[in-house]
């Protein structure tokens, strides 16, 4: 999960119901999000992993989109 980046937690939804409301998302533009597979939340936000954040793989799993629009799993094994 991205620290100091966290806008918007979305509980009670699945992978592409996450997906879905960071496309949809109107207050900002969504560029990337964590979910939670555990606990079945995510957060969306703004930031993605060029923003010099920190991202935490264990607890989830990072999305971003890619260059074409479509958001793209993206995992992280290390802190960037």
Do not use: H, M, W
Request: aromatic residues 18%; hydrophobic residues 25%; charged residues 25%.
């Amino acid at each position: 999960a991205f620290y100091g980046g966290r806008t918007k937690r979305i509980n009670e939804v699945s992978v592409d119901e996450c997906k879905e409301a960071c496309v949809e998302e109107k207050s900002f533009e969504c560029a990337s999000f964590d979910y939670n597979f555990v606990g079945k939340y995510c957060y969306i936000t703004y930031l993605n992993r060029y923003s010099g954040v920190t991202i935490d793989t264990n607890k989830y799993d990072y999305y971003e989109y890619n260059c074409n629009g479509q958001p793209q799993r993206q995992l992280f094994l290390n802190q960037l």
